[in-house]
């Protein structure tokens, strides 16, 4: 008889997290065959991560669906897993530990509210990111001990987890997010002025204001303008985006908002720009610095444990306070003028045990017996 594992996701829709559902699904089309079990995913849309191999449960909600999800996670969940029984393992992708009948359970912690601290002015422009670092302490809290495994992308998560819900450090696994794909690209093209690139979403924690002033500090404080900054935000995506728009779009030609783009086209801004800066002030990883580093560019990152972490074994970087857009403009104008000894190499970091470097060793984990 095979052995059932459980992957839920219902809320994974788009984004990085979509990404680690398909990734997750991918894998298991084959291990399923391979080692005699039965997948089942539990999706929003199985149209959005659909594999063979694998059978949908899907659970299409309204945009607020939030009551929905609630019940869904803590009392339908449970009917599912007695439904499906016996379930070898419960893979829960999105961070809540819901109530279920399984002989392994395990939750990927993905969300970086948990060590974010919002102020009153995103209440107003991304009320959802206020409330999600209010209330993501006591999500992750709710059964989190019930399982057998915590999955987190950093080690400075595992122990921050560990301290804050008193879990063994021996049941958080680091889980790597680091792509195998070969990235080909070729020179960048000359351009008379100095490129920096921000790729990133508009939310407030993403801090696109500090880069927005160093741009204004180096435009009319210290009149340099052989630059260009290109941000991934159109300015009509939510209010944060309107707000950065309306206040930095017209009196700073040298930001260019060039909008979301697909992969395709975002590798091939890397490949022509000289710089990426990344001030977010929060992030569970940090993919754009794992991406950029693959073109062994300068990188001028926010000075945080997630950016420590990401960036190690990448050759030219260079760190600064989020909070200083002062310190951000001196560091941007030492590269426009050729300053380069400002880059330095990053060590690589060291994980303690359990950590897995794909998901096949992760699974491996995983499916262990306790």
Sequence with gaps: MKKTI?????????????????????????????????????????????????????????????????????????RISKKLG?????FSLHDTSPYVLATNQAVYCHSPFLFYKANFKELFLTPKIFAFSLFT???????????????????????????????????????????NKEILYTDSKKFNSYTFVYASSPNTHKNFEVLCEAVYILNYKRKIDNFKLSITVKGDENNYAKFLFNNWAHKCPNI?????????????????????VFPSKIETWGLPISEFSQFNKPMLLADLPYAHETAAGAKLVCYFNPESAEELAQKMEDLISGNTSILNEQPQIKYDEPVAKDWEELFEILLKSN
């Design 86 to 90: 016996p379930v070898y393992l419960w």
């Design 137 to 179: 302490r006591y999500i992750y809290r709710t059964n989190i001990k019930s399982n057998n495994y915590i999955v987190v992308q950093q080690e400075w998560i595992r122990n921050k987890m560990s301290k804050i819900y008193n879990l063994n450090l021996s049941k958080i696994v680091v889980a790597l997010p680091i792509s």
């Design 256 to 276: 260019n908002f060039i909008g979301f783009l697909n992969q395709s086209e975002l590798y091939n801004l890397y490949n022509n720009s000289d710089c990426l």
């Design 6 to 78: 459980v992957i839920s996701a219902v809320n994974l829709n788009h984004g990085g997290t979509l990404t680690i559902l398909r990734d997750c699904l991918q894998f298991l089309s084959i291990f399923s065959v391979e080692n005699n079990y039965k997948i089942v995913a539990i999706v929003f849309d199985k149209n959005l991560a659909f594999y063979p191999n694998i059978e949908y449960i899907e659970t299409k909600w309204p945009k607020k669906r939030w009551l929905n999800r609630l019940w869904f996670e803590y009392i339908s969940m449970k």
